[in-house]
């Protein structure tokens, strides 16, 4: 079975093609858009073990590959100038669509190297983590980590065309698994309520890598995001903070934990969504039961759900000082991304910071 869907956004549309085995067939698929250019990949050590060598064996033919260090450290000035540097020397031209073929890491980092060399060259996502598939191949932002803080140069440049073979994660830890489903849990959490039922009654399919399970759980996922991108590529609406859902609570769990392996991003967003949820229920926004669904489903697929399952030790108040280095803030305001119930997510700028820290000092019950 495979999917296609499109992200609708004029001349910088693309399809986002999704079944099992695809990347074996990947001399047909992205042929027409590498033409008689030899393909660049850009991976990981990591996934270079793993995938390159059938990539490379669909492609045919000679290829180059770019091999990186695995970990979020690649995000970097440093590598950003190593990439850039060996495209320059490898001829790298306008037209010709470098594949990142990885997971978040590398899917920001070589759509940021498309969007500067030689002012704008083409790529291709092939994201390798479930984390990726279902949200970083996604939509346009590319960005490194700084100084100042994570994500906080970078740009919008679209891929022209994302391929997703779930097949490749037969190899992916459970625990990565788990995290990337934190972030298919949301789109049913941020406006379709059929959606987070459908999670509860098969999430442990997805999990274990039943293939239609996971196929109809990315197809829902990548369409919920290419709509909304679609809707609000620039994030200058509403629409796209919805996707925020979870990410200014994790954020600060994230800064916490030190941005370790202690707490994956994707876990991060899971305790996250239970905090906003947790948070609208306590302040009268949403109904109790809401709040206890969300924490029950979160907690029985093994995600962190509270402060303490995310190992957070940090205050109220420490954790609401990372907050205000989030790059949402605006005009000494945090919009945070709040619920009236499952599937009815909503951007709310009323929030204040002194009654959030509260809610977490209290969370711990
Ligand atoms: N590349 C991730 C996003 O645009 O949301």
């Not at 270079?48 to 290829?63: E, K, M, T």
């Not at 990439?83 to 590398?106: F, H, N, S, W």
Request: net charge negative; with cysteine.
């Amino acid at each position: 079975m495979t999917s296609i869907v499109n992200v609708g956004l004029g001349a910088r549309s693309y399809d986002i093609h999704i079944g099992n085995g695809l990347i074996d067939q990947s001399a047909q698929l992205l042929g027409a858009m590498l033409g008689s250019r030899r393909p660049i990949i850009i991976t990981d050590t990591h996934v270079a073990q793993a995938q390159l060598p059938r990539l490379q064996r669909a492609l045919g033919g000679d290829s180059h590959a770019l091999i990186l260090p695995a970990g979020e450290t690649t995000k970097s000035w440093q590598y950003l100038e190593q990439l850039t540097d060996e495209l320059l020397d490898l001829g790298v031209e306008r037209g010709d669509k470098l594949i990142a073929l990885g997971g978040g890491v590398i899917g920001d980092l070589v759509g940021f190297a498309a969007s500067i060399v030689k002012r704008g060259c083409g790529f291709i996502q092939v994201p390798t983590s479930l984390l990726a598939m279902v949200d970083s191949s996604v939509g346009g932002k590319t960005a490194i980590n700084v100084r100042a803080g994570k994500n906080l140069i970078g740009s919008f440049h679209q891929p022209a065309m994302v391929m997703i073979d779930p097949s490749v994660l037969d190899t992916l830890p459970d625990r990565q698994m788990r995290a990337g489903y934190a972030e298919i849990v949301k789109y049913g959490l941020i406006n379709d309520a059929h959606f987070f039922e459908w999670c509860e009654s098969h999430a442990k399919q997805v999990l274990a890598r039943n293939p239609e399970a996971l196929t109809t759980a990315i197809a829902h996922s990548v369409r919920t995001k290419a709509d909304i991108v679609a809707a609000d590529e620039r994030e200058t609406k509403d629409q796209r903070a919805l996707l925020n859902l979870g990410h200014t609570f994790g954020h600060a769990l994230e800064a916490d934990t030190g941005f370790s392996e202690t707490l994956f991003h994707g876990e991060a967003v899971a305790a996250g969504m239970a905090l906003a949820f947790g948070y609208s229920a306590a302040s009268g926004r949403c109904a109790a039961d809401a709040a206890v669904r969300v924490r029950a489903h979160l907690e029985a697929i093994g995600l962190p759900a509270s402060l303490s399952a995310a190992h957070v030790k940090g205050t109220g108040t420490d954790l609401v000082a990372h907050m205000l280095h989030d790059k949402k803030m605006a005009g000494g305001t945090l919009p945070f991304i709040l619920a009236q119930g499952i599937g009815q997510s909503y951007v709310d700028r009323t929030v204040q910071l002194a009654e959030i820290a509260k809610f977490l000092d209290g969370s711990r019950g």
